[in-house]
């Protein structure tokens, strides 16, 4: 059996349905949740189990489990982790921040972002054993940079991008070997030909590593519309997004529509559509999802170009653009070669057969595994 252990997250439903398509029955799909009534998930195949680690049934979790795949590393899973079979083999599905936020050294924040990340509750408050002991008395684990002992029984990891492997298997001296696997996009033939508007998505989150500060002032002198999504974001996000809307609107005027609460499917897509630019200037790999989507409706991609993701899509042959370098072209609609391009790139990469095929790896793989058990 594969256990799979989730939140209650966007991709979800898609990791079932391509597990399913390819091996049905094989999967146990986990959702730590303390709401029996799912906000993202509408699968009716998971097991929905309290996100409190004193409340742990082991042998529901590993009782005939012989690959463990951690979508996205947590505290709870981390002390599942510690706490394992030595029989099951584990699989790290690497999201971003469940790995950088982590490193030692984070080099993540342009000069005018970087001021309010070291202003936060949260980063200041890690300085102090305080913390440290308050962390293990909620999860009973310490901190991931105190527990890197454990990260060494994870015997496979997958990335968003091939080239962060050997950065995160790095920093914290991982044995596991690479696996190529990705969630892919929902619905995207449903995307053809669509029309493009001339506003400009800033942005995916409420979190510093967005350098909305820094975007603001590059393209301070825009005459677009500014749609900045700050509708949800990590601990301490709804003071930093009461920060960033009161930047926006200071400099963008009317021109700055921030979101902030969740709305439906349907809308979220109508709001993308209305924008033929999209900035995101992380300089740490983050928004994939939402910049494959934008390269595959056509829209125009700024990155940071100090990030692994603009050096990725640039080495594959994607067309993206460095912000500073292209200012000039932030709301100017791409060519149709230009849109072909990118968008078969990205069938390619994130289409349903390729992440049918990485799929299947995996499921080869766990049957390797069952074999060898079988013995």
């Known amino acids: 059996m594969i ?16 597990f399913e398509s390819v091996s049905r029955g094989s999967n146990k799909y986990i959702v730590f949740s303390n709401n029996k009534n799912l ?25 005939n489990c012989q690959l ?16 394992k079979p030595p029989h099951v083999k584990v699989m790290w599905s690497v ?29 200041f408050s890690k300085k102090f054993w305080v913390y440290t002991f308050y ?40 044995e596991g070997d690479y696996i ?10 449903s995307f053809q030909d669509v029309k493009l508007g001339e506003s400009v998505l800033v942005g995916n989150s409420a979190t510093v590593s967005n350098n909305h500060l820094d975007v603001f002032e590059i393209i301070k002198y825009t005459n677009k519309h500014i749609i900045a999504p700050l509708n949800y974001g990590a601990f301490g996000y709804k003071k930093y997004r009461i920060n960033i809307i009161s930047e926006g609107r200071r400099i963008f005027k009317n021109s700055f529509f921030p979101l902030e609460e969740f709305i439906p499917l349907k809308e979220y897509h109508e709001l993308i559509l209305s924008c033929n630019s999209m900035i995101m200037y992380h ?54 070669e ?26 080869d793989l766990y049957n390797c595994l069952d074999i060898e058990n079988s013995k």
């Open 3 to 18: 256990v799979h252990l989730f939140e209650d997250q966007k991709f979800v439903d898609i990791a079932i349905q391509n």
């Open 39 to 63: 906000k993202h998930i509408s699968s009716k195949d998971v097991l929905v189990l309290p996100n409190s680690s004193y409340k742990i049934d082991f042998n529901l979790i590993f009782d």
């Open 68 to 83: 463990l795949i951690i979508h996205f590393l947590t505290p709870l899973k981390l002390y599942l982790l510690k706490n």
């Open 95 to 123: 999201w971003g921040s469940d790995a950088y936020d982590h490193f030692k050294h984070q080099n993540i924040f342009e000069p005018l972002s970087k001021n309010i990340s070291q202003n936060t509750l949260l980063q």
């Open 135 to 174: 962390h293990f008395l909620r999860y009973r684990v310490w901190p991931i940079s105190k527990e890197l002992v454990h990260l060494k029984s994870v015997n496979y990891i997958s990335t968003v991008l091939p080239d962060e492997f050997q950065l995160i298997k790095k920093e914290f001296n991982l």
């Open 180 to 189: 190529d696997f990705n969630y892919g996009l929902d619905n995207l033939n």
């Open 283 to 336: 300089i740490r790999q983050q928004a994939l999802g939402n910049i494959y989507m934008g390269l595959f409706i056509g829209m125009r991609i700024f990155l940071n170009s100090k990030s692994i993701t603009f050096q990725y899509l640039n080495k594959i042959g994607m067309i993206v653009f460095d912000l500073e370098k292209d200012i000039d072209l932030v709301g100017v609609e791409l060519n149709k």
């Open 338 to 363: 230009q849109k072909d391009i990118n968008r078969e790139l990205v069938t390619k990469l994130q289409g349903e057969e390729a992440i049918i095929r990485k799929t299947k790896g995996i499921i």
